[in-house]
C-alpha cells in the first residue's frame, strides 16, 4: 500500500512527456492516446465500443490549436480544431448499413494543470462517412488522459 502511494505521489510531480494515455465517454467509449509535440499541435486516436449500436469504432486525428487561454497562471486551455478519419466495424442507423471509413473535423478544448501532468477535453466531432456509401453524423466525446 506504501509503495502505491509513493508511486502516485511521484507520477504527480513528474514532468508531463509527449505522451498521454486514458479514457473517453460518449456514443463511443474506450480507451484514447494522445502524441502532443508543443502546445499548438497534436496526434490523437481512440478505439472504443458503441454501446447503442454495439459496434467498434476506431479514428486518428491531427490536432491544431487556434488560441491558448490560460484563465489563471497554473491553468492551460487549447481550443482545437483538427482534422482525421474514423474506422467502423458495423453502423446501423444515420450512415447505412455496415462497416465504413468516414472523414473527421473535431473541435474541442482541452485542460492542462501545471501541477498534475493530466488532460482534460471535450470536443464535438461532425463526420462525413464516405466508404461504402455516404451520409453525415456527429460525434461527441469527453475524457481525460495522463501524460509520460
Keep these: 500500500m506504501m509503495t502505491l502511494f509513493l508511486v502516485l505521489v ?9 505522451f498521454g494515455a486514458g479514457v473517453v465517454l460518449g ?7 494522445a502524441w502532443r509535440p508543443s502546445a499548438w499541435n497534436a496526434v ?9 449500436a ?9 490536432l491544431r490549436s487556434l488560441t491558448i487561454v490560460e484563465p489563471v497562471a497554473s491553468v492551460r ?21 455496415g462497416a465504413g471509413v468516414a472523414a473527421r473535423v473535431p473541435v474541442g478544448v482541452s485542460v492542462f494543470f501545471e501541477q498534475v501532468p493530466i488532460e482534460v477535453f471535450a470536443q ?14 456527429v460525434d461527441a466525446g469527453v ?5 509520460f
Design 27 to 33: 456514443p463511443t467509449t474506450g480507451a484514447s492516446l
Design 44 to 52: 490523437q486516436s481512440a478505439i472504443g465500443w458503441d454501446l447503442s
Design 77 to 97: 486551455m487549447p481550443v482545437y480544431v483538427g482534422i482525421g478519419g474514423g474506422v467502423v466495424t458495423e453502423e446501423p442507423g444515420m450512415f447505412g448499413e
Design 10 to 18: 511521484g507520477l504527480a510531480n513528474a514532468q508531463p512527456g509527449p
Design 143 to 147: 475524457g481525460g488522459r495522463f501524460y
Design 54 to 62: 454495439s459496434r467498434i469504432d476506431a479514428s486518428v486525428d491531427y
Design 124 to 137: 464535438v466531432v461532425p463526420q462525413l462517412r464516405v466508404l461504402p456509401n455516404t451520409g453525415f453524423g
